[in-house]
């Protein structure tokens, strides 16, 4: 492993990206100078590093995007119960709600940024020989990125504008602009990836802090499923067929490079980007979004919440951090019931099923753990023993230092309870304990995102923000998004298709019916299940869901999935997890346009049903 490095482009000018203005228009040029300025390798990578930086920002993969927009799906909820905010997780937002505008303007920053620096540095006179790579990679990797910040406005709000100059503040007819249909912005983000992949890095050394050859190969695959879906119109000459043949081929371009494979520890994957590393040697995570710093000083900064907004909750009234084995961590974000049902009920085989005090798949381990960090202190406790004996314990356990187990009527979900003062008088004994794994499943933490100081850098105080990088790209994905192509394009599962899902299902430790891949239908619903164990919590289940065309029903569904039985859940949670999902409808296929854009650009006009 190696610690992350300059390759995530200038930490001055991603400071200078995070203090935007209002308006996508009226960024300080500073982050991309004008023609002239790109006379260096340094100065080219500088400049770069303004059209990267938008993604680092707390608007998208820090925060906004990567969870209150994209997050929020039939496998995770927003679970603050006190919360009466107009949020997109709680899918009462409006074309008000500030994080929807925030989102949308720092994409469109980060268009404009790659549209000046394309103008620039194609203008430039730079001696080739001063440079250690051909200028072209430059140019490729700002193309690509502005067709995916494009992509990524398409995506969540439809028709947008297509913005492919560069604009020249503060001119007014610059800013209107009508929308561009959703079909012909994906088409377009679909040629111009396709076009970039000639000129960006063969190798994947610096990967996953910049766009490789493989990476927008994984990405092309990802527009093109998104363009087969239900919700886009179809594209003259282009049929829904065609469209999965290309997804499965660019899938299938990253599959036979032979640069990526699977890690394989599934709980390694994350634990890297905790631990603030690349993985050099299976190359899984082919981009991320990362992270720097804590935000202890100016030169420490960084705009990523991932860990503390969704992770393991870990809070007190405590102040000797230094002693915490979790740092602070609001652990907002809830696996729903849902979820758990995808590991537990819908992928046990028989003889799996038969022991229910083990759970069989890593991934459900650890995304779904029997604990956060809550804290329990002096807590009396009576049970039956392993030898059917009622006696009473208690339970002493520094606030906030040690794994909490979920508890409900005196049972436990898990054996490992770790700093309990076994010196007073009738401690508690784990080992006396017949434990229930399931206690409280439909209310446990996200813990794909925990803040556990055995992986992460302890911290001397409350950290709201943390250096853990977003994952936008893993190859456990590409190799999902070729056995999906492949199955909607030939009508049946292909041999490689089979063995992809085999060998992500090996991984994590789980048998493979074999029956459920022997037909279109039955691989296609294994494929949707096993998206949703492998990538929860990523930002990706929610496009799923609309690109299945149907993504009402299951939010619906996942609301109204809530366990007969009072172990598995807490009402409070539950309740408002039911009463946020009631609210989703139609219209939230797509975001409204921002009311703040519609003022500025008369030519755009609102999304239908907003």
Known sequence: MKIKRIYRLGTLALLAAAFSACSFLDTDPQIIPDEGYYNSEKKLIYGLAGVYGVLNSEALYGHYYSLQIANADDLCYFNNYNNGESRPDRYNHSAGTTVIYDAWSKLYEGIKNANRYIEAVEKTNIDPEELSVDIGLYIAEARFLRAYYHFLLAQAWGDVPLRVKATTSPNPNDVQMAATPQEQILKWCADEIEATIPDLYETVENTPSRVSQTVAQGILARVYLFMAGETVKEIEGLSKKEMYNRAAYWANQVIISNKHDLNDSYEEVFINMIRDQYDTQYHESMWEAEFLGDRTSATNWTNGRIGDLIGLRSQSGLTNYSEWACNYSYGYYNGSYTLWQLYWTEDRTADEASDATKITDVRQEWNLPGYNFRGLNNQKITYKNKEGVSVTRYLKQA??????????????????????????????????????????????????????????????????????????????????????????????????????????????????????LSDYRSFRDLVRNERGRELAFEGLRKWDLIRWGIFVEKMHNAGTNAPTENKYHNVSYTNYLAANYANVAARHIYLPIPTKELAVNHALKQNSLW
């Open 399 to 516: 606030q906030s230092m040690y794994k909490t187990p979920w508890l409900y009527n005196n049972g436990f979900a898990t054996p490992d309870i770790e700093g309990l003062d076994q010196t007073i008088a009738d401690a508690f004994d784990p080992a006396d304990l017949v434990y229930d794994p399931t206690i409280m499943c439909a209310i446990r933490n996200a813990g794909k995102w925990r803040r556990e100081t055995v992986y992460e850098k302890q911290m001397s105080a409350k950290s709201l923000y943390t250096t853990i990088n977003f994952p936008i790209l893993r190859y456990a994905d590409v190799l999902l998004m070729y056995a999906e192509a492949i199955n909607e394009y030939a009508g049946a599962p292909d041999d490689q298709a089979k063995e992809a899902i085999r060998k992500i299902r090996r991984r994590a430790g789980i048998k493979t019916d074999e029956s459920q």
